[in-house]
């Protein structure tokens, strides 16, 4: 399959929406004024005294205490927000006029995402690109904020060719939808999600049980902690298009340092809807602080298909039911909704393919911090090194398609990483560099691998 076109009008796209995001944040110059006719002289007086000058006073805005203890934490004017003011909105258009960038090596894979602010409306486009596979994702959102909920339309597109560089049938797996996500905040760290999602797919090899079938699913879902971590947003609402990076520290925990997501999703054989499962997952991330300057990052995830349905092939005899012969083929769930015991996201030594995934999965990631310099201004030609952490990573888990699968020894997965972690200042832009070498130490052997992990993030 041709990419090039979609790419290049997916590209065209995303700086046509800069340019106009640029030419409505410039307003047009101002008319020049009429001249006004001289005025005509006035007969000369004696200079009075000058008046005495009116006291000066300074009129001191209220302060709003900050939390010493955890900086990240919201003020209470954060805490509800308003519409944003001509002189807010203009500095967050000139903040995100440009796009955020994410690569990851060595998979391949980066990501663009360019977002507008209008008063209470956020406008997103992404575009996700494995330039080794051809992978393409592409994502359109409209995104409402009000003081009591906020509410996401979005429509995306995705097209995955998972037996790249080898000869199969399965050419390519499309899915296509959209969904509407609506979002309850409690408070600032607690909030509630319900989504409501229809996806399309499609496959290369017509004679695929689940060509041109539909997945329409609903889910429930809560959420502690910071609004803005990817990963516990994709649990409990969109799971597409979110930032995968290789660690954890970046993100913003809750005000314990902790942070929770769970959420359950049920997909319906209504309208076009064509799958039946009950989905369950939950993840935990906590932050222990060792010392001053070392702390340990804590990941706790698990996931389980309540109910499910398996597959019997069209060519099985009258009465009985010929299920396909790989494992993962065998029930009424989409790939993409199976759990994943490796990539970025989970044990880092494991790849994430068809081998790592299953209906019942549990990891734990512990990543411990250590500062080599911090707050610093190290030149590099352009670059500004301002904080160097080393990495110590320790994983385990298990995948199955049931309990027992899971709780056998020989199916239990162990590795252990070092890396680092660094912020670079280049220009208005802060880079976070990571790399992460993890090794599997205990596994059963298509699970066993070493992985060596980058990823590049921009933040402004």
């Not at 296509?176 to 090899?205: A, H």
């Not at 005899?317 to 490796?342: D, H, N, W």
Request: with cysteine; aromatic share 12%.
């Amino acid at each position: 399959m041709n990419l090039k076109p979609l790419v290049t009008v997916t590209f065209a796209a995303i700086f046509a929406f800069a340019t106009t995001a640029k030419a409505q944040e410039e307003p047009p110059p101002p008319s020049p004024p009429a001249p006004q006719p001289a005025p005509a002289p006035e007969p000369q007086k004696p200079p009075a005294p000058a008046p005495a000058p009116p006291p000066v006073t300074t009129e001191v805005p209220p302060q709003t205490p900050v939390d010493q203890t955890n900086p990240s934490a919201p003020t209470p004017a954060q805490q509800q927000p308003s519409i944003l003011s001509s002189a807010a909105g203009s500095s967050y258009d000139r903040h995100d006029a440009f796009p955020n960038v994410n690569i990851y090596l060595p998979e391949g894979q980066a990501s663009v995402r360019l977002r507008k602010l209008i008063r209470n409306v956020l406008f997103e486009s992404q575009i996700q690109y494995k330039f080794v596979e051809g992978d393409i994702s592409t994502f359109l959102r409209y995104k409402y904020y009000s003081r009591k909920y906020t509410y996401r339309l979005a429509i995306f597109d995705s097209i995955t060719f998972p037996d790249f560089g080898k000869t199969s049938t399965k050419e390519f797996e499309r899915v296509r939808g959209g969904l509407l996500l609506f979002e309850v905040p409690r408070d600032y760290d607690n909030r509630y999600f319900w989504l409501l999602q229809d996806d399309r797919l499609t496959f290369g090899d017509p004679s695929d049980v689940d060509n041109r079938k539909n997945n329409t699913y609903t889910k429930i879902g809560y959420q502690f902690g910071t609004q803005f971590d990817e990963r516990l947003n994709g649990i409990v609402g969109e799971q597409r298009g979110r930032i995968t990076p290789v660690l954890t520290a970046f993100r913003e925990l809750g005000p314990q340092k902790f942070s929770l997501a769970a959420a359950i999703t049920q997909s319906a054989r209504v309208g076009t809807g064509d799958y039946k499962y009950t989905k369950a997952e939950a993840e935990g991330i906590r932050r222990f602080d060792i010392s001053e300057k070392t702390f340990l990052i804590s990941r706790l995830h698990a996931g389980a298909f309540l109910t499910r349905d398996k597959i019997c092939l069209p060519s099985s005899p009258p009465g009985t039911c010929v299920a396909p012969t790989e494992k993962i083929e065998q029930y009424s769930i989409p790939r993409y909704e199976m759990f994943a015991l490796g990539g970025r996201e989970a044990l880092r030594s494991v790849r994430d393919n068809s081998g790592s995934e299953g209906t019942e999965e549990v990891h734990l990631t512990n990543e411990y911090f250590f500062p080599i310099f911090r707050n610093k201004d190290l030149r590099t030609w352009a670059l500004h090194w301002n904080t160097l952490y080393g990495i110590t990573y320790l994983g385990a888990g298990s995948v199955g398609f049931n309990y027992r699968d899971i709780t056998k020894s020989g199916n239990n997965v162990v590795d252990a990483g070092v890396g680092f972690e660094s912020s670079i200042a280049v220009r208005d832009f802060d880079v976070l560099f990571s790399v992460l070498y993890a090794r599997g130490l205990h596994a059963p052997d298509e699970l066993k691998h070493n992985r060596l992990l980058f990823s590049i993030r921009t933040v402004r």
